[in-house]
Structure formats: C-alpha cells, structure tokens
C-alpha cells in the first residue's frame, strides 16, 4: 500500500513532466487566444513589439461569415467519417484474415501495418502521380485495359479520392489494434458455438463483434483525434480544390495566402471548438464500452 511519503515523492518527480506538458499546451492555446482578438497583418507593418490592434470578435465573425467556412467544416466531417467507415470495417475483416494460420504470418503482417509508417506527405504523392494520375497512372490503364475512359480521380471524385487515400494510410492502425484484440478472444466460446451449430456469421456477430466492441472505440476515438486535423494528404494533391478544403487547410489558406493571423488565430479557435464537440459527442456515445 502507498503511503503519504511515497505519494509525494511520485507527485515530486512527475511534476516536471506535468509543467512541461502544460507549458507546451497552455502557451501555444493563450497566444492564439490572444491573437484571435488583434489585428495581425505581417505584411502591412504589423508586429507584436510595436503593439496590435483590439478587434474584439470580429475575426470571429469574419471567419465564421465567410461562404467556405461550412463548406470546409462539412468536407471535414465527410472525409473524417468516410476514413472511419472504410478503417473500421476492413480493419475487423483483415484482422479476423490475419489471425488465422497461414504460411509466411509474420511477414504477411508486415506487409500489412507497413503503410502506417510511411509519411502522409510521401503516401499521398504516390497515390497521385502513380495510381490516380489519369493519363500515366495504373488506375488510368487498368481503365483503358478494360475499355474505359480513364477518371480524372483527383478533379472528378476528389473528396473520395482523399478518403481512398487516408484511408489507406490508416487501415494498417485500425487492423493491429483490432488483431491485438481478437487474439485476446478466448477460442473455447468459438468452439462451443460451432459445436452448438452456430453458423460463421453468427459467430461473427454475437461473440467477435462484441469482443471487439472497447477496441473499435478506441480506434474511433484516436483516429478521429488525428483526422480531424488532415492537411499533408490535400495540400499534395488537391490543394484544397474540388470540395476537399478542410477546416484546417482553410486556416492554413488565411494564415499563408492572406497573411492574416488574427483571422487564422480565430480559426484555430473554431477547429478546437470543433474538435472537442466531435470528441465529447464520440465519448457519449461509443465511449460507454470503455466502462464495460
């Protein structure tokens, strides 16, 4: 059992590590606060050493009033949500197919989580210039060896092309979390249910789904954390064209093109608005089976 001396000591030596971590959250957050509420144009002379001017809410209300700002909350949301379907889904299937004994497992795994490691800004540059280029791209051929007019996949089905392709980057996380979990199921309920003449699917349904219920929460939850934020994928390919501007790559677009950061500070404040009520809505609603 811990004891007073010892619970002040653990408290003593994680206080560094706590200030640090605040100090590297809080200071970033209040300058934006901060900046969100100042006229800030760099390159009209502004500068913090010679003073800003207060604006109160009006970048807010600048930001919020523009005609791409719903748009790009609404592409977030569509591409965030189509990244989970595909992740989710396949990840289940492709753990449940890794799992089983084949020959070469090991390396078959590799192949499989290899992706995830592969850098956004890398991943994305293959999918345009090798597969989704319609004139040079394997898809592009694939389409004229069938009879096909080749699509101009990046211009013609751009939001599912970003999907497709962040996708793809993050099934190989989705599927070793779900195969770590799968490998905890005990094989003895699978046996009794096939000895009672269960079919596959119902076995599916009613012991490896709910097994798998706390890990699917837990892949929703970080990567949605992380999807919200996507960036590298469409600024390498479709540069925020063609419906695919997110709220990031919008902040991105008034804080750069514009060169106005008290209109990109507010920004930022909206997308961590954002990103908490996704967050408390996913806790409610799926983050029950953390309880389970």
Do not use: C
Request: net charge neutral.
């Amino acid at each position: 059992m811990a004891t007073q001396h010892s619970r002040s000591a653990a408290r003593l030596m994680l206080a560094p590590a706590v200030v640090l971590l605040l100090g590297w959250m809080l200071v970033p957050l209040t300058l934006t606060l901060y900046l969100s509420f100042k006229k800030y144009l760099p390159l009209r002379g502004d500068s913090l050493q010679n003073g800003l001017e207060w604006v109160g809410f009006e970048n807010y209300a600048r930001f919020i009033s523009s005609s791409a700002f719903w748009p790009s909350v609404q592409a977030t949301l569509i591409i965030v949500g189509g990244v989970l379907l595909i992740t989710v889904v396949l990840g289940v299937l492709l753990a449940i197919l890794l799992d089983q004994p084949i020959w070469g497992q090991g390396i078959v795994r590799l192949f499989v989580i290899a992706p995830f490691f592969v850098m956004p800004t890398v991943s994305a540059l293959v999918w345009k210039n090798m597969l989704m280029d319609p004139i040079n791209g394997i898809f592009a051929h694939l389409w004229r060896f069938f009879g096909a007019t080749p699509v101009s996949w990046l211009s013609d089905a751009s939001v599912q092309s970003i999907i497709l392709i962040v996708s793809w980057q993050w099934l190989p996380f989705a599927t070793l979390i779900l195969l770590t979990a799968i490998q905890s199921l005990d094989s003895e309920q699978l046996e009794a249910a096939e000895m009672d003449g269960a079919s596959p699917l119902a076995r599916f349904f009613y012991i490896v789904l709910p097994h798998l219920s706390r890990a699917i929460t837990i892949v929703i939850l970080i990567q949605t954390i992380f999807l919200l934020s996507i960036f590298a994928e469409i600024f390498v390919t479709t540069g925020g064209s063609f419906g695919t501007r997110t709220l990031t790559y919008l902040i991105f677009q008034r804080v750069v093109d514009s060169q106005n950061i008290g209109l990109g500070s507010a920004g930022g404040v909206y997308a961590i608005i954002l990103a908490n009520i996704v967050a408390i809505f996913l806790m409610r609603i799926v983050g029950k089976n953390l309880d389970r």
